[in-house]
């Protein structure tokens, strides 16, 4: 009631067969995977840059905690 069937389903897949053939979309098919491969390496290495960037950052800290922390024991 209300949903498509998969007999529906068939028919519409065996139509977009027919309009575009079986050539065109694999191409499309091909390119949609490579598009989406090309986001998860985008993801993965902004993941890494933000990792690394927080790492650099947290080590200017304790260098400039630790050049603090010496200032004041040569001033006392």
């Known amino acids: ?7 529906q ?3 519409i897949a065996v139509i977009v ?9 694999r191409n499309i098919g091909g390119d949609l995977g490579d598009a989406v491969k090309g986001f998860k390496k985008a993801m ?9 960037d927080e790492t650099a950052s947290a080590e200017k800290t304790v260098e400039t905690e630790a050049k ?9």
Not at 1 to 7: C, D, K, R, V
Not at 68 to 76: F, H, I, M
């Open 1 to 7: 009631m209300g949903g498509i069937s998969i007999w």
């Open 9 to 11: 389903l068939l028919i």
């Open 68 to 76: 603090v922390e010496t200032k004041e024991k040569e001033q006392v």
């Open 17 to 25: 067969v027919l309009l575009f053939g079986t050539k065109k979309l």
């Open 44 to 52: 993965a290495d902004d993941d890494k840059k933000a990792i690394t």
